[in-house]
């Protein structure tokens, strides 16, 4: 009772907020049109984005002012959750926000990085930052170098992990992302028994832990397919935690004598059992398969707990892909069938 009490409120509302995402038969209809001004109208004639897109202007519409827009809607979601939840749930939430700041931080590195001649355009980001995160767009907007950046990130969590490679030589963009991702994900696992308990911590433990798993076998695969990197250096984008993997499996996987054997390894893991790999070696795919199934899974066992955040939140971030995926496409002028094979044609 104790649970159904704590999390009513925010069950309902996540429910409410689930029936206004997009169906995978209004996918196929997106899919089905030719240019981008169907779409837009389309996204506001038939669906809850119509308030979200209302402002954008005839000559506005292109990728990179659909996807402000779009990521706004993700925040105001993420605003209307937070307000709903309580002191324990706002912790969690608090942890999911980090993969937002992560993704902010890496786009103003590759500004810098790469010197683009119009830096820096996240005004849209700012009211959603200002109120909710550490971070000051105020003050990254400002920096025109990387060590200007990691100086105006003083004062926040993310600023000694990146300080630390100030003092390197010949430090690149990747550099800087592999370091965010490896602090991202060990901070997670590291403050998930401070700030959840009982049945809340283990949902957590299982998505989260399942990530890393993915992530892990991902950017092994990665490595040896593309860049033909050596065991050595791939043990260095591991992320040093395992909750299905054992310390075996990774060596094994690491040290493989080539995809071939790799791709055998991976579908002999659990997640590569549960989605058959062998038959459809596709590592990334398995990645977004296997979490979106736990996620779903994690909720129907649990619907009175934190997996109900977890899962809308999932679910909201996977259609703002899979949107602009299909924008992409229909730009490109690619057929309903590549589109939807890009897309995919998961059903909730």
């Not at 038939?46 to 308030?51: C, D, H, I, R, V």
């Not at 209302?54 to 779009?70: A, M, V, W």
């Not at 998930?192 to 890393?212: A, F, V």
């Not at 934190?306 to 496409?329: D, G, P, Q, R, W």
Request: charged share 30%; aromatic share 12%; glycine share 4%.
């Amino acid at each position: 009772m104790g649970h159904l009490l704590e999390y009513s409120g925010i069950v309902t509302k996540t429910r409410a907020m689930e029936s206004r995402l997009l169906s995978p038969g209004q996918f196929q209809e997106l899919a089905s049109l030719h240019t981008i001004p169907e779409a837009v109208e389309y996204l506001k004639k038939n669906t809850a984005y119509a308030e979200t897109l209302e402002s954008l202007e005839p000559t506005q519409l292109h990728r990179g002012n659909i996807e402000k827009l779009l990521t706004q809607s993700l925040y105001r979601d993420y605003t209307k959750l937070y307000r709903f939840c309580g002191q324990k749930q706002r912790k969690f939430m608090e942890l999911r926000l980090k993969s937002y700041e992560i993704d902010l931080i890496d786009y103003c590195l590759r500004i810098v990085i790469n010197h683009y001649k119009r830096p820096f355009d996240l005004h849209y980001k700012k009211e959603f930052f200002d109120r909710h995160s550490q971070l000051s767009i105020d003050r990254l907007i400002t920096s025109r170098t990387t060590d200007e950046l990691v100086d105006n990130l003083k004062g926040t969590e993310y600023y000694d992990p990146l300080k630390k490679l100030q003092d390197a030589q010949k430090v690149t963009l990747y550099d800087y992302d592999l370091a965010l991702e490896l602090y991202f994900f060990t901070t997670l696992w590291k403050a998930r028994k401070k700030m959840l308990k009982k049945e809340d911590l283990e949902l957590y433990e299982r998505n989260c832990g399942s990530q890393i798993d993915l992530l892990n076998m991902q950017w092994i695969l990665r490595a040896k397919k593309y860049y033909n990197m050596k065991p050595a250096d791939i043990y260095l984008l591991i992320i040093p935690i395992h909750y299905k993997l054992s310390t075996a499996q990774i060596k094994e996987m690491v040290e493989a004598a080539g995809i071939e054997e790799l791709q055998t390894l991976v579908s002999r893991t659990r997640y590569g059992r549960q989605y058959h790999f062998q038959k459809n070696p596709d590592m990334e795919q398995m990645y977004s398969e296997c979490l979106h199934h736990l996620y779903l899974i994690d909720r129907r066992r649990n619907p009175y707990s934190i997996a109900a955040v977890n899962t809308y939140l999932f679910l909201k971030e996977e259609e703002i892909k899979k949107l602009t995926t299909t924008l992409e496409c229909i730009r490109y002028g690619l057929s309903p069938g590549e589109t939807m094979t890009y897309v995919g044609g998961r059903t909730q």
